[in-house]
């Protein structure tokens, strides 16, 4: 019996071995088996079967593009000296005479960058760069200096536009397309940081339309996290083909120094600024003389409103486009020509593209009543900073 057995347990041994080794080497030969489950993958292209161009190891190329048209500005203005803390001290005064009030006036002198636009020398650049400045001085890619005359400013968009005259015609850069920006687009900020020279960084797109940051009056801001510095300001934005997107200005720093927040105005807006001041030498938008707020859900609430939706009005200028519409304060505007209006900027914004003297449509909420009315819109007052 034990020796049947020992043939038994030897037979089945030598048949699981075979059926292993054939099932590894030949599994055919057994039939089919059961298919596992199907697991999708997304993989990713290898380096040798990735399209020419599809991903950018240089942006040479659309710096070398783009340098030529950037510029250095240097501005120079007189400030006049202090006056001494002892200068009104009758006892300073008889053993120092009227020299403290006869020292010279001092020259402060500045730096930031611009974007030549257009062959014919008009250089496009922020408005704090060149404000209050008595001299202006561009320097070119190639070294030459030339002298700049304001054409004109808006400093509620931190806008300007200069203009050289050169022997030679000079070289413009190419202005992009703005609404195709996305958020994570390769940009490039070209500019003079820190007055070191000519520098180029490279970032992405941050964000798109950045508002509310009390920089300017009116914003729409193209965020990156491209290193803009002091001097960088009035510069190039320019995407991965050199093309210009915006112009660098402003940062957000708590040392001065970037700290990957920047915020360039977008060329749409610069582009339409930068042909009013060539062609009339200002900006012209449109007014009504109204103040407004913020409708939060408190004040709804208490106002007795259906929804915070609108801006309430707060005051009426007397006189005004609005005053004579017969706008009154406590009223909610809803729209402005038709487009819809959900906070301050926004209004503003919406009655600054209207045409002086033109008739447009407001949508008011006045208690529990929807009001059509007809305002003729004026001229928004120039502002000029530090008035």
Do not use: C
């Not at 496009?124 to 030339?146: S, Y």
């Not at 930068?274 to 030498?281: N, R, W």
């Amino acid at each position: 019996m034990h020796r049947l057995w020992m043939i038994f347990a030897q037979a089945v041994t030598l048949s699981v071995a075979v059926l292993f080794v054939v099932g590894t080497l030949k599994p055919e030969w057994i039939g089919d088996r059961p298919a596992l489950p199907a697991v999708t993958i997304q993989e990713a292209i290898s380096p040798a079967t990735a399209p020419a161009g599809r991903a950018a190891s240089s942006y040479a190329d659309a710096a070398q593009r783009a340098l030529p048209a950037v510029v250095h500005i240097f501005t120079s203005k007189d400030v006049k000296p202090q006056r001494h803390p002892f200068a009104n001290d009758p006892l300073f005064r008889h053993f120092f005479g009227d020299r403290l009030d006869n020292r010279p006036q001092q020259r402060a002198s500045g730096l930031g960058s611009g974007v030549i636009v257009s062959p014919e020398g008009y250089v496009l650049t922020n408005n704090h760069v060149i404000e209050a400045a008595d001299e202006i001085e561009v320097a070119l890619n190639d070294g030459r200096k030339l002298p700049a005359r304001i054409v004109g400013r808006d400093p509620e968009s931190d806008l300007a536009v200069l203009q050289v005259k050169a022997d030679i015609k000079l070289h413009a850069i190419t202005f992009g397309h703005p609404e195709q920006l996305r958020v994570g687009d390769v940009v490039l900020a070209i500019g003079n940081p820190f007055g070191v020279g000519q520098t180029v960084t490279m970032g992405i797109v941050s964000a798109l339309g950045r508002s509310h940051l009390g920089i300017n009056t009116f914003e729409d801001f193209i965020q990156t996290d491209a290193a803009i510095n002091p001097g960088n300001s009035g510069g190039a934005l320019v995407d991965a083909a050199g093309n210009l997107v915006g112009i660098n200005s402003a940062i957000y720093s708590r040392t001065g120094g970037s700290l990957g927040i920047g915020f360039a105005i977008p060329v749409s807006l610069a582009r339409n600024v930068m042909e009013q001041i060539i062609q009339t030498g200002a900006v012209t938008r449109g007014w009504i003389g109204v103040e407004v707020q913020a409708i939060t859900a408190e004040l709804a609430e208490s106002f007795g409103l259906p929804s915070p939706e609108g801006t309430l009005i707060s005051g009426v200028m007397r006189g005004s486009p609005a005053d004579r519409a017969g706008v009154r304060p406590g009223d909610v505007l809803l729209s402005v020509d038709g487009r819809k209006v959900n906070d301050p900027q926004n209004m503003l914004e919406a009655i600054a593209a209207l045409a002086p003297g033109r008739q447009a449509g407001f949508e008011l909420r006045r208690g529990k009543e929807k009001l059509e009315i007809r305002v003729e819109v004026g001229r928004r007052p120039a502002l000029s900073r530090g008035d």
